[in-house]
């Protein structure tokens, strides 16, 4: 089984639209995550979520809202998708808040035209 | 968190040992030194960390300096399945609000 397990893997859609991406972790974990990996690379934290509670919202823009039914669920929905969001998107759990051992699922490739 | 400076690439033969290198001359007393690994299309994964004593794992060995201001990573035999950009992460271990701040990391290109 999967430890931190994401859908879809890939994502095509066009600028205006709307997306959600899907997170599950069977770790048992308290805190997940959502990162943003652009082109160049660069890894960012976007969102951390502990016990279903907002911890971490790194001046992302209010067109992505998590939302965190329960601890072992933590989804990515985007509204009035632009250019600029195409991305990989990765989620990530951790056994606590603050913990700096994280596992992290596949990544789901965003392609936004 | 402390910042930490790693060399753009490096590679290796297959079967040899991969040392990779990390300064982090501001780490302080209660920072950790973490590496992560991704292999290309996939997410990051842990590898190993320490504070100051060396440490071994299944995956590899981290080596720290006397005065904690470097450290290097070492696949003892790296193979192609090895070849990533390995990433060198000074931080607490527990922090409510810290995060895991990647750096541009060290792409390691094992070759056959």
């Known amino acids: 089984d999967t430890a931190v397990s994401q859908t879809p893997k890939y994502l095509v859609t066009q600028m205006g639209n709307d997306k959600s991406i899907k997170c599950e972790q069977n770790?048992?974990?308290?805190?997940m995550y959502w990162y943003k990996q652009d082109s160049k690379k660069f890894l960012k934290i976007m969102f951390s979520y502990n016990n279903k509670e907002l911890i971490i919202n790194e001046t992302v823009p209010n067109r992505f809202s998590p939302k965190s039914p329960d601890k072992a669920h933590l989804n990515l929905h985007i509204n009035s998708l632009e250019l600029g969001d195409s991305a990989v998107y990765f989620c990530?759990?951790?056994?606590?808040?603050?913990?700096?051992?994280?596992?992290f699922g596949a990544g789901t490739r965003l392609s936004v035209l | 968190d402390a910042k930490t400076t790693q060399p753009t690439s490096m590679d290796c033969a297959e079967g040899r040992a991969a040392n990779l290198p990390c300064n982090h001359s501001?780490?302080?007393?209660?920072?950790?030194v973490y590496w992560y690994r991704q292999i290309h299309s996939q997410g990051p994964q842990y590898i190993i960390h320490g504070l100051k004593n060396n440490e071994t794992n299944e995956m590899a060995s981290l080596i720290i300096t006397e005065d904690r201001k470097s450290s290097t990573l070492i696949l003892p035999h790296a193979t192609l399945r090895d070849t990533a950009v390995y990433y060198c992460?000074?931080?607490?271990?527990?922090?409510?609000?810290?995060?895991?701040?990647f750096g541009k990391g060290i792409t390691l290109s094992v070759r056959p």
């Open positions: 992460i000074v931080r607490v271990a527990d922090g409510a609000n810290s995060k895991l701040t």
């Open positions: 501001t780490i302080s007393g209660n920072e950790y």
């Open positions: 990530a759990s951790s056994l606590r808040q603050g913990r700096a051992i994280q596992y």
């Open positions: 770790l048992g974990h308290d805190t």
